[in-house]
């Protein structure tokens, strides 16, 4: 299978790659940052040789690089058949005190990114009736989050873009999951003074969604909560 990853230069992200590389399935990836996005791809192809893997960065926060990223992988003659909305960005504050804008870039990264590049491939999956996206939220799409104002907001608004989406794609047989992640050790946690082992590793979330797009096709999880055994941090 050809699997689009977004946000893949790091954390889970890359993890996701390594899962579905290690399956045997072809990756086109992207990222905003070139240089960290060429040592991934390096990495990648390094122990994956036998599997097609390609990437280009692209700054997913502006609607133009998210609909470029989507015709670039087009025009290699792909039309995948899972897509992972992982691309996001987190900024601490809350409703009363964050910067102003501050919604707005949210919004762009965690919401407007998996919106333009999914409508972007709409058309090819709708033909063929088969495929699976999957949106990468958090618990913070869920519930209030501490210090999360804008963040938790825009990961509300993926959820519901989710919900819409899964509801209009059902009659062309394309799957649509949620994945609602708690605290996984990323490198954004490397300096928080966490224990590792506190935490979700990035395979545990990258392991149950290669899992996911296993099931026979007339399965689909449309949303699945997973968070560190001791609990939300």
């Not at 762009?108 to 699976?132: C, D, E, I, Q, W």
């Not at 605290?183 to 506190?198: F, L, M």
Request: proline content about 4%; charged content about 20%; some cysteine.
């Amino acid at each position: 299978m050809k699997v689009v990853i977004t946000g893949a230069s790091r954390g889970l992200g890359f993890s996701m790659a390594e899962a579905f590389a290690a399956e045997g399935h072809d990756l086109y990836l992207t990222a905003r940052n070139e240089i960290k996005l060429y040592h991934a791809l390096e990495s990648l192809m390094s122990r994956f040789p036998n599997q097609t893997i390609r990437a280009k960065a692209f700054d997913l926060g502006l609607k133009q690089g998210a609909i470029d990223f989507g015709n670039w992988v087009l025009g290699l003659g792909v039309n995948p058949d899972i897509l992972i909305n992982n691309a996001g960005t987190f900024e601490p504050g809350g409703v009363i005190d964050e910067p102003d804008g501050q919604l707005e870039n949210m919004l762009n990264v965690n919401l407007l990114s998996a919106y333009h590049l999914t409508r972007v491939f709409l058309p090819s999956l709708m033909k063929r009736k088969s495929g699976h996206i999957f949106n990468i939220s958090s618990i913070a799409g869920m519930q209030a989050y501490h210090n999360g104002g804008s963040y938790s907001i825009s990961k509300f608004a993926l959820s519901g873009f989710s919900k819409n989406l899964r509801e209009e794609l059902k009659s062309y047989s394309i799957k649509v999951t949620c994945i609602y992640p708690g605290a996984v050790y990323t490198d954004s946690w490397a300096a928080s003074g966490v224990a590792q082992g506190r935490i979700m590793k990035p395979s545990d979330i990258a392991d149950t969604i290669v899992q996911i797009s296993k099931l026979s096709p007339q399965a689909v999880v449309e949303e699945l909560v997973m968070r560190p055994q001791a609990g939300d941090l």
